[in-house]
């Protein structure tokens, strides 16, 4: 059974930084397209990266030059690095597979703010 649990959310002040984790389990995440997803209140979840088996990254023009995502094979983990966070980046970040979506974890709250 595959399990996605994401950490490293935070309070933090605009131009801060955080760097988020999503551990697998059940699944190998680079045998995988995984992104990184956000979500507010009454929106859609929304996609801010994704991270190809290959190596590729694309990124939302929303984070372009602020966000990288990444992953360690070894510990079988996704990362978001979060730089220069404002406040429109608050939300519940979760991470999946992008082509077929495994049980979603309960998410990290990030919440930018002064």
């Known amino acids: 059974q595959v399990q996605l649990v994401e950490s490293g959310g935070g309070v933090v002040q605009p131009g801060g930084s955080l760097r988020l984790s999503c551990s697998a389990s059940?699944?190998?995440?680079?045998?995988?397209?995984m992104a990184w997803f956000r979500q507010t209140p009454g929106k859609q979840r929304e996609v801010v990266a994704h991270?190809?088996?290959?190596?590729?990254?694309n990124y939302d023009n929303s984070v372009k030059g602020r966000f990288t995502i990444s992953r360690d094979n070894g510990k079988n983990t996704v990362y978001l690095q979060m730089n220069n966070l404002k406040p429109e980046d608050t939300a519940v970040y979760y991470c999946?597979?992008?082509?077929?979506?495994?049980?979603w974890g309960q998410g990290t709250q990030v919440t930018v703010s002064s």
């Open positions: 999946n597979r992008v082509y077929s979506f495994a049980t």
């Open positions: 059940g699944m190998i995440v680079s045998v995988y397209t």
């Open positions: 991270l190809t088996s290959g190596g590729s990254t």
